[in-house]
């Protein structure tokens, strides 16, 4: 997990965006660390320059073992990116 953080903190500064999907019933904690939205990311203490990473779980999308995908999964993740905003 380490080395992925310093991943995400150093491509903070490049036009790129992280969508991670959360598929079966794991524990994903480590996942909504990497996410960034409860706290800033950071590796090394310093801080990610920007939150380029969203994570999803499937399962939050699926209905009758189908995948729902509207509004709801919209607000959760494509949307973000366009509008991403640095941290300083």
Do not use: N, Y
Request: hydrophobic residues 40%; charged residues 35%; glycine residues 6%.
């Amino acid at each position: 997990m380490p080395q992925t953080k310093e991943a995400i903190v150093r491509a903070s500064t490049l036009p790129l965006s992280i969508i991670i999907v959360g598929i079966g019933k794991a524990d994903f904690k480590e996942m909504k660390v990497l996410d960034g939205d409860e706290e800033i990311l950071k590796s090394r203490g310093r801080p990610s320059a920007r939150d380029i990473v969203q994570f999803v779980q499937l399962r939050d999308f699926l209905k009758d073992g189908r995948v729902r995908v509207g509004r709801r999964w919209r607000r959760k993740s494509w949307v973000r990116f366009p509008c991403s905003s640095s941290h300083t």
